[in-house]
């Protein structure tokens, strides 16, 4: 591994498969830095957005940097690939929810559509979180059987997994270090030149399998992590203590920092990738594997509290507050507040869903949607949604029918 920062690339036509979360981000950027950049997405929506300038995520900055000048002159979207010097693939990498493998169909599709594309000295990096040997073992067949292409020698083959955090990419995309997994020496020097154009973090020069494994690693720490304070908390439960304020104590001791519990765990990275891990070495993945079992299960979990909670009341009417996988997010993908509510419905229960930050979800105000309420669940802890019940807890009360607030 190597860290010697490297001169930013000349300017490249840059071609960007996948134009979401990150790959949308990245186009811009490099936009930006001089490149000159195709979007290509299936979505065709999505394609126009682009060209008409709309931004999709919502981050003020990144609306901004679409419409800056330079970045409008600079990108342009569409719905096919077609040449370039660079190729970076950022297209979906979901679960196999049956197998609980990587779903590699959108990248497979990703990688056969630059194929009639490629030419010799192209540089393809993949930004899409993937298993440990993918490049190696996956990909670069895929890409020699199609073409007279020898990937290390005329074609350069890199992962470089992304990290940002949805709510604050504009900052993360350019700050966080970054790790350039090249198949081999020259390829981690290209790849390496292309972020240098924006990014402003440490660029780390690494293989392809470390760049695979380093990136699931990540988010399995975080799930391990989210899996031990889930089961701290269950056990001050089975005391009956508080378990936020025990472990509030035990992270005063000046090696420990516990994470709070939650609901369970979501977005597009942390329930997923553990799994990865485990399909590649499922004797060494138990630890991994029980972490996601454990939060896998909160959704059950908390459903039961709910039920147990307005168990006296006959027909509750139960209003869910926050949708989204975690507070201040819009990010509704894999979130456990969906499957609490989905659970709920499917016993039966009068369950009625609002988020204030999500599109089509109804969220009026505290106040209207409480009234003749049996039940105000708050599952996810916006900003917007503590301070309103802070603020109007008591005539809160007043409306509901039967006043249960219930906060995780
Ligand atoms: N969102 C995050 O915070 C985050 C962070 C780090 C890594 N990742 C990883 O990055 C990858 C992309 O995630 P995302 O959040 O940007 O997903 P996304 O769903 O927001 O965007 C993916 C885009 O790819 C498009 N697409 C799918 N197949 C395509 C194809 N064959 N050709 C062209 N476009 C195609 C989709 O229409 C979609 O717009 C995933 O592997 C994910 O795990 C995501």
Redesign the pocket.
Known sequence: MTNKQPAAATPQTIVV???????LPAALMLAKAGHKVVG????EN?VRAINEGVMHIRESELQTLMDDPTVKANIHAQSTPCEGDVFII????PLDERKKIAEMV?VD??VR?IIPFLRPGNLVII????PPLTCREHITPMIEEATSLKVGETLYLAHC??????GDIFHEIVHNDRIIGGINEITQEKAAAIYASFVKGQLFKTDDITAELAKLMENSYRDVNIALANEFNAVAETLGIDGRGVIELANRHPRVNILMPGIGVG???IP??PWFIKEIDPANSRLIFTSRLINDEMPHRIAAKIRHAVRGVSSPRIIALGAAYKPNTEDLRESPALEIVELLREDGYDVQHYDPLVEGMGYTSLLELARDADMLAILIAHDDIISELERSRSEVEQVMRTPIIYRY
Do not use: Q
Request: aromatic content about 6%.
């Open positions: 498969v996948g134009t979401g979360y990150v790959g290509v997405d299936i979505n999505l950022a297209v979906p990498t959108y599709d990703a559509s930004e899409s979180t993937i997994p992304e990290r940002i955090l949805p977005g597009h990275c997923i990738d």
